[in-house]
C-alpha cells in the first residue's frame, strides 16, 4: 500500500509507535495486535504487571476530515482482566485518563484541564501531540500503573473511572 493510500487510523498508527513505541517497549508494553480495533481508532499497548495484572495504555483517536482538528485522548488501564474495558473487581482495578490522572489527581497544570483531547491539524502537530501525550504517561502513567507512583491524595477517595 502507497503512503496516498493509507487511512488516517493506518498513519496515526505508524506515528504512534515511531514517537512513543521504543519508550513504551522499553517499559515492557507492546501495541496489542488488532487490525479491527485500529481501524476503528482505537490503539492499545498491554504489559504484564506484578500480582497477575495487566497495564493498559489505550490511545482513542477521533479523526475529522472537514474543518475540525482530529484528536486522540490516552485512558489507563490496571487490571486483571484480558480487556481493559471489561468490569474487575481486583481490590488494585483503576482506570483513567491521563489528563485526568495528571490534572485533577496529581495537580500538575501542564494541561488546559482534566478532561482533554490532544488535537492537532498537521503532521507536525500530530507529533507534537503525540510527544507531550509521550512524555506524560512515561512520568505519570506507567509509574501509577505499576503502583510505583500514587497521587498525594492517596488516603482520599478518588474516582477510579474515566
Known amino acids: 500500500m502507497r503512503a496516498s493510500e493509507q487511512t488516517p487510523q493506518e498513519y496515526f498508527r505508524l506515528l504512534l509507535l515511531t514517537v512513543v513505541g521504543t519508550a513504551f517497549e522499553a517499559a515492557g508494553y507492546h501495541l496489542v495486535d488488532s487490525p479491527t480495533q485500529?481501524?476503528?481508532g482505537l490503539f492499545t499497548f498491554s504489559a504484564d504487571l506484578d500480582g497477575g495484572l495487566r497495564g493498559y495504555i489505550e490511545f482513542q483517536l477521533?479523526?475529522?476530515i472537514e474543518d475540525q482538528?482530529?484528536?486522540f485522548r490516552v485512558t489507563l488501564t490496571r487490571s486483571d482482566q484480558p480487556n481493559p474495558?471489561?468490569?474487575s473487581r481486583h481490590p488494585a482495578y483503576a482506570r483513567r485518563d491521563l489528563s485526568a490522572l495528571v490534572v485533577a489527581d496529581?495537580?500538575?497544570a501542564i494541561l488546559p484541564a482534566a478532561r482533554h483531547w490532544w488535537q492537532?491539524?498537521?503532521v507536525e502537530e500530530l507529533g507534537r501531540a503525540l510527544a507531550e501525550a509521550g512524555h506524560l504517561i512515561v512520568g505519570y502513567?506507567?509509574?501509577w500503573l505499576d503502583g510505583s507512583l500514587e497521587p498525594p491524595n492517596v488516603g482520599q477517595p478518588s474516582p477510579?473511572?474515566?
Do not use: C, D, E, H
Open 69 to 71: 482538528p482530529s484528536r
Open 62 to 64: 477521533l479523526v475529522y
Open 160 to 162: 477510579s473511572a474515566t
Open 85 to 87: 474495558v471489561m468490569p
Open 106 to 108: 496529581f495537580g500538575v
Open 141 to 143: 502513567g506507567l509509574p
Open 120 to 122: 492537532y491539524r498537521t
Open 38 to 40: 485500529w481501524a476503528g
